[in-house]
């Protein structure tokens, strides 16, 4: 997967024309990461990740999808890809991808005890979210507003701005739906 993920980065700067120093301007991303990434000498974090699907104008999942075959009608658990953060732990897998005629996506997520994950501004503007929690406690801060959510509750929400996802003592895991 890193492998796929790295050459699919590579050509989406390629495509948007831009040089790795420009790349660095847009996302604050230093240019040895982004050169690394491109390499799969590394594994992107979520942060980085979501720096540079600000920069193309893409959802995470919208770029991880990329680097999948085309989605079939019928996702097998088998088949489902994962991605895992390697320096908080996080952990999401894609349930349904989005695809060229379905734009929603179905992201099942798990963050690991006393993690935070903050994300400066959403890849699209309006991008609109629907969190069901399926277990632990988890605070979701949406344009500074600090929302706790217990198991079973459900946050909906446009992003606009900032967000952050924030556990106490125990994990979170939960259903994340994107359209």
Same mark, same amino acid.
């Given at each position: 997967?890193?492998?796929? &993920?790295?050459?699919?980065?590579?050509?989406?700067?390629?495509?948007?024309?831009?040089?790795?120093?420009?790349?660095?301007?847009?996302?604050?991303?230093?240019?040895?990461?982004? @050169?690394?990434?491109?390499?799969?000498?590394? !594994?992107?974090?979520?942060?980085?990740?979501?720096?540079?699907?600000?920069?193309?104008?893409? !959802?995470?999942?919208?770029? &991880?999808? +990329?680097?999948?075959?085309? @989605?079939?009608?019928?996702?097998?658990?088998?088949?489902?890809?994962?991605?895992?953060?390697? @320096?908080?732990?996080?952990?999401?897998?894609?349930?349904?991808?989005? !695809?060229?005629?379905?734009?929603?996506?179905?992201?099942?997520? /798990?963050?690991?005890?006393?993690?935070?994950?903050?994300?400066?501004?959403?890849?699209?503007?309006?991008?609109e979210h629907h969190l069901l929690?399926?277990?632990?406690? +988890?605070?979701?801060?949406?344009?500074?507003?600090? /929302?706790?959510?217990?198991?079973?509750?459900?946050?909906?929400?446009?992003?606009?701005?900032? !967000?952050?996802?924030?556990?106490?003592?125990?994990?979170? /895991?939960?259903? +994340?739906?994107?359209?």
């Open positions: 997967m890193d492998t796929l &993920l790295a050459q699919q980065l590579c050509k989406l700067r390629n495509q948007s024309g831009w040089t790795l120093d420009q790349l660095v301007q847009k996302t604050g991303v230093s240019r040895a990461t982004l @050169a690394r990434l491109e390499k799969a000498q590394v !594994s992107p974090t979520t942060d980085t990740l979501a720096k540079l699907c600000r920069a193309y104008g893409i !959802s995470m999942s919208r770029l &991880l999808a +990329l680097v999948e075959d085309q @989605a079939t009608p019928v996702i097998t658990a088998t088949s489902r890809k994962s991605w895992s953060d390697p @320096a908080t732990g996080f952990k999401r897998s894609v349930i349904s991808p989005p !695809s060229a005629d379905l734009a929603g996506e179905w992201l099942n997520c /798990h963050l690991p005890a006393n993690q935070r994950i903050n994300y400066d501004t959403p890849p699209r503007a309006g991008l929690l399926l277990s632990g406690q +988890l605070t979701v801060t949406v344009d500074e507003t600090a /929302h706790l959510l217990n198991t079973g509750d459900c946050l909906r929400y446009r992003l606009y701005g900032a !967000s952050c996802f924030e556990t106490g003592p125990e994990d979170a /895991h939960y259903h +994340l739906f994107l359209l």
